[in-house]
């Protein structure tokens, strides 16, 4: 009996098909643990991991909502309140950038009060915990604080990167500062210095008039 070369290569693919069946069913009995733990616990992270990312957004919302609920309080003039609320937010959500930004708050509302003294160590905290440009906001805070000070203000300001967006203000302030100490030259060349910067306009216009009256 004559066989044709289609019927000898449809022959060999169902051996081949065969033994390929025969090779994933061996597999499957060897490997069958394994494979299902291995399914198990693809499909465990993938639930943390949907899980965690919905809890990360419930709680990033829930912070948001009692830190501005704090900040409305600070500003009808509930401040008892508002800053009960901002500690709330300090302590029960410590580490979260927003627990920063109350300390933050907390600290703009008691330097508004005079207690700059109380300030001064939350400010010291954003300080050393928060990142930029947090950080560098809480730079010149703490410079504007002390500002009746100048030897405590100006390391602050010194402080902030020049490639921080608060530089030019930081370099006016020390500039300030100086200039009341009567070195007039170096709050020149700290008014320069600033508008070299590129500030915004508001800033460099008032950066302008500043260099014009010291003649530079």
């Known amino acids: 009996m004559h066989v044709s070369r289609v019927e000898v290569e449809g022959i060999f693919e169902e051996v081949d098909a065969q033994l390929e069946a025969e090779n994933v069913a061996r597999f499957w009995q060897e490997n069958q643990p394994w494979i299902i ?11 943390a991991y949907v899980g965690w990312g919905e809890y990360q957004k419930k709680r990033d919302l829930e912070v948001s909502e009692r830190y501005l609920n704090a900040v409305d309080a600070l500003g ?6 508002g800053r009960q609320e901002l500690i709330a937010v300090s302590t029960t959500y410590a580490g979260h ?3 920063l ?16 003294e109380a300030a001064l160590p939350l400010l010291e905290e954003v300080v050393a915990k928060a990142d930029p440009p947090l950080r560098d906001l809480a730079l010149l805070q703490t410079g504007y604080l002390l500002a009746d000070e100048p ?12 490639e921080s967006s608060y530089k030019p203000v930081a370099l006016e302030l020390a500039g300030v500062l100086i200039a ?37």
């Not at 733990?37 to 499909?43: D, K, N, P, Q, V």
């Not at 302008?208 to 003649?215: A, D, F, L, P, Y």
């Open 151 to 162: 030897g405590r203000s100006r390391p602050f300001l010194d402080k902030i990167s020049r």
């Open 97 to 99: 950038g927003y627990a």
């Open 37 to 47: 733990t291995g399914m198990i616990a693809l499909f465990l992270g993938l639930f």
């Open 76 to 81: 009808s003039s509930d401040d008892a309140t």
């Open 180 to 216: 009341a100490q009567g070195d007039a030259a170096a709050a020149l060349a700290l008014y320069k210095d600033a508008l070299s910067l590129k500030p915004d306009s508001g800033l460099r216009k008032r950066l302008e008039r500043r260099i014009q009256r010291m003649g530079g």
């Open 101 to 116: 930004l109350a300390r933050l708050t907390e600290a703009r509302a008691l330097a508004g009060e005079g207690k700059k």
